[in-house]
């Protein structure tokens, strides 16, 4: 079956410009999350969803980053006034709604992102 | 929020041997998973093992866990050149169950 998807799977952007990374979970997935990965480093987690409840933003770095979910499905993660610090893989992953303790996260390819 | 600190933080051994990975954390736990990530396959889910659980098998993988010390490993036993990637532990703590992940281990298996 299809598994999580994002778009663009590179984006080259000049430094001050917005951007916008797409993530398509997997069908009837009820949670989504966005992490990101610099280069030789572990993931560092951004922003959870999870069904129609307030999305956990306490890893976002700044107020420049936001997210949306849009009607449970589609999320779309922007970066305003790009910074070089910003460039890094921006990894999303969906969980399916299973019981207690079986959170499994299904990760899309990533998009790369490099501000120059 | 914590995360998960795996050890080494690289690991070189000949195919056949086995390869141990530990993960230490701070906090109590909800579940603790282990994952993959190679440039080709992306981050791939190998294991889920429960607060209540010690001991948990998925082919050549063995993983265990110790409230107690807060801490867990990843055994592969019988190594292939294919198991050359990184592996991290990303515990879960809280009510949000979401999952965080340390720097890894990066494994290299020679042929």
């Known amino acids: 079956g299809a598994g999580v998807s994002q778009s663009p799977s590179n984006k080259v952007t000049e430094k001050g410009k917005d951007v916008e990374l797409r993530c398509d979970p997997i069908?009837?997935?009820?949670?989504l999350y966005w992490y990101r990965q610099s280069l030789g480093q572990g993931l560092e987690f951004l922003i959870y969803f999870q069904g129609n409840s307030a999305p956990d933003k306490s890893g976002l770095p700044s107020d420049r980053f936001s997210a949306e979910r849009t009607g449970g499905s589609v999320s779309t993660l922007t970066i305003q006034r790009t910074q070089q610090e910003d460039s890094a893989v921006y990894l999303c992953?969906?969980?399916?709604?299973?019981?207690?303790?079986?959170?499994?996260?299904?990760f899309g390819p990533g998009t790369r992102l490099t501000v120059l | 929020s914590q995360q998960g600190e795996e050890d080494p933080q690289a690991l070189s051994i000949q195919e056949g041997e086995n390869a141990t990975m530990n993960c230490s954390y701070k906090?109590?736990?909800?579940?603790l998973q282990w994952y993959r990530q190679n440039s080709g396959r992306g981050l791939v889910h190998l294991i889920l093992?429960?607060?209540?659980?010690r001991e948990k098998h998925s082919g050549r993988l063995r993983v265990t866990l110790d409230t107690s010390k807060k801490s867990s490993s990843l055994l592969i036993t019988a190594s292939r050149a294919a198991d050359t990637a990184s592996y991290f532990c990303?515990?879960?703590?809280?009510?949000?169950?979401?999952?965080?992940f340390g720097r890894g281990t990066s494994l290299i298996v020679h042929p």
């Open positions: 069908s009837g997935h009820t949670a």
């Open positions: 906090t109590s736990i909800n579940n």
């Open positions: 990303a515990p879960s703590s809280g009510g949000s169950y979401i999952p965080t």
């Open positions: 093992i429960r607060s209540n659980e």
């Open positions: 992953a969906s969980s399916p709604p299973t019981g207690w303790g079986s959170n499994e996260q299904f």
